[in-house]
């Protein structure tokens, strides 16, 4: 069965440095999303992309957090610098479409990187 | 905004049946999903409402009623490995984005 994946499963960083986290959609969707989840806390929307852009964003979202489809497969999340209260699991979905006649499209999560910061 | 509610803890026993409640309001509505969540690991997709009334689906089974706000997930002879968190997330009207509730955590005991 076809599966998000995500690299690496975890990573340790210094506050102020840059991350970046990758991560491959299942190959026939259309829709990429990251959210992430502090460690006892709820999920919580970051971004959604499609079509080389930015759907939605969220509050979280702010200048510190970049999205890219650097290839037909990848699709990554920058944080330029980093700060403690980023420290996180960061989850990306992906999903077939968005909307439909029915509503929503399920998405399908990764198993995350945890991102740590010190 | 949006606003999501599901009790934070629950116990059942193995072979038993037990039902997880989820009231939301938000602004519009594009469905209702829930989700498993085993600790340290990725929500996986286990149902998903539009329509009122009930989507069963194995031993898993969900409810919505749209006018009141509330949704439940059923699950039927509780296995030891249904042990995780159940998360509710709805979408709402002109956004696809998942706003998730703060999950309930389900301990199935012998």
């Known amino acids: 069965e076809p599966e998000v994946t995500q690299t690496p499963s975890h990573q340790v960083t210094q506050m102020g440095q840059e991350v970046i986290l990758r991560c491959v959609p299942i190959?026939?969707?259309?829709?990429f999303y990251w959210y992430r989840q502090i460690l006892g806390q709820k999920v919580e929307f970051l971004v959604s992309f499609y079509n080389n852009e930015i759907s939605e964003k969220s509050e979280i979202f702010d200048d510190q957090f970049s999205v890219e489809r650097p290839d037909g497969s990848n699709f990554t999340l920058k944080i330029r610098s980093t700060k403690l209260e980023d420290s996180a699991m960061y989850f990306c979905?992906?999903?077939?479409?968005?909307?439909?006649?029915?509503?929503?499209?399920?998405?399908?999560f990764g198993p995350g990187t945890r991102l740590t910061v010190t | 905004g949006q606003n999501i509610d599901q009790p934070t803890e629950m116990t059942a026993t193995e072979g038993a049946i037990v039902q997880i409640n989820c009231t939301y309001q938000?602004?519009?509505?594009?469905?209702l999903f829930w989700y498993q969540q085993h600790a340290g690991e990725a929500p996986t997709f286990l149902s998903y409402n539009v329509l009122d009334g009930l989507e069963e689906k194995g031993r898993f089974s969900s409810f919505l009623s749209r006018s009141k706000g509330y949704s439940y997930l059923l699950l039927k002879e509780l296995q030891m490995k249904d042990s995780a968190s159940y998360l509710c997330?709805?979408?709402?009207?002109?956004?696809?984005?998942?706003?998730f509730g703060k999950g309930t955590k389900l301990s199935v005991i012998p």
């Open positions: 938000t602004s519009g509505f594009n469905g």
């Open positions: 979905a992906s999903s077939e479409g968005t909307g439909r006649i029915t509503g929503s499209y399920e998405q399908y």
């Open positions: 997330a709805v979408s709402g009207a002109g956004s696809y984005q998942l706003t």
């Open positions: 190959s026939n969707h259309l829709y």
